[in-house]
């Protein structure tokens, strides 16, 4: 889906009241409903649920929740009015009439800080003061509220944005006056704001809800999108019955070298696991058993050197080659490197020290294949390409990276963001924080090694790589904490992600 700044949404909002047509109200009460369903109530039991609502659109949507949950008597409901101005938009006027007429909601009007109601730490607080209209640091009474609400220990769920958070730029934000929100209940898209290490926290989990805006149909523009399951599953080619091995390609991994052999098995593993009819792992010597008996169904080829490769292999008939995973910076290796982007055919995936070779050695950026992918963390990436102060600077230097030397770039992370050649930017959105372990980036390096074997196009195998990798991550966490997952966990649940997206 296309990520839209704060205007544009208000934008989309005014086109789809004026031609679906739909009242403003009947929109509130839509977007209401979902967000409403979506609370985690259950889990709560009947632990009390306190709304704090601003006067505007979002305090209207949380009058509107707080009438569905007392109609649906789901425990006990409180409303937390902030007198912070003096007249409220009209929607959220006839939600406040609605509700007073609800004798079991107790509304208590807050004029100053003093007048904050003391709220049981077992209650669930709705944070629906203030939405995606705000441009400028909270101050006054709505600045004190945001901070009494981060000192209490209560779960909160943010109503579309955590409360004081921009929709996009925050670099002349008060950040000590936003709200630091368990979950968000966002709608149409995610914010920005949402997905860059800076104030992404602040959301929590983010759950995105579609209220069927008219987007299609307004079109908007925008080079930021939002992968989701959808997009995924109409990139996915599903195997014809008569397939064999030699249909889904053969990949090339230079991998390894001494002490380093794990990095090349998970990066090996996973790109059997995505589905490569065949992998040779060029290794070094000191290597050849560990990937012999660790990775059955990989062939193998031997350096001539006992510790780290100096060799490149003949390169014909491979479909797709990865290079990286553990193979030290040698000079020797990284000859190796030159030589590989010089002569290869096949499309190219760069991970780890192949990317530190490649910052020690940026003339080579020249002569890099087009349409090469790479998978840098941020220090590989700062090697790379310079540093920045914000994710804003960051995004605009990897998006010219891209188009300059004509490469994808994966910046891994939450929330991973993919740049191509054509000045497009991909925001994932599947992975969590387990994830951040080592060998997490061989594996994603195996994947997407293996869907290029397969033919997908680099742009298409990156994307969907990245998808897979969190997908399948997500699904080690039904099994694991945060803590204890490892890398292997990602590469064991891919068929699990697999399998979403035959669905």
Known sequence: ???????????????????????????????ASMCYNFLPIDDLWLAPTVYVCGKGSNGGDGLAMARMQSQEEEGSVMVVLVEHTKEGTPDFAHNLYLLEEDDSVQIIRVKTIEDFPEIPNDALIIDAILGTGLSRPLEGLLASIVVHINCLENRVVSVDMPTGLFAEDNTENDMLHVIWADETITVHCPKMSMLVPETGNFAGDVLVLDIGLMVEEMNPSSNYEYVELKDIQKLYNRRQKFSHKGNHGHALLLAGSKGKMGAAQLSAFACLRSGAGLLTAHVPACGLDVMQIGVKEAMCTIDSNSDFIIDLPNLKGFKAIGMG???????????????????????????????????????????????????????????????????EERIKLQVEFSVKYGVIVVFKGAHSCTTTPSGQIFFNS???????????????TGIILGLLAQDYSPEVATIMGVYLHGLAGDTALQFNATESLIASDIIDNLHSAFEQLAT
């Not at 544009?8 to 739909?22: G, H, M, V, W």
């Open 1 to 31: 889906m296309k990520i839209l700044t704060a205007e544009q949404i208000r934008a989309l909002d005014k086109f789809t009241i004026e031609n679906e047509p739909i009242s403003s109200y009947d929109l509130m009460e839509k977007a």
């Open 325 to 391: 995973p553990g193979i030290g910076t040698e000079q020797d290796t990284a000859n190796v490197l030159k030589r590989l982007l010089q002569d290869a055919d096949a499309r190219l995936v760069l991970d780890a020290d192949a990317l530190n070779i490649l910052s020690e050695n940026k003339t080579w950026l020249a002569f890099i294949p087009s349409g090469t992918i790479l998978t840098p963390h941020p220090k590989e990436f700062e090697r790379l390409a310079g540093s920045w102060a914000t994710s």
């Open 430 to 444: 599947t992975g969590n924080a387990g994830m951040a372990t080592a060998g997490s980036g061989d594996v994603l």
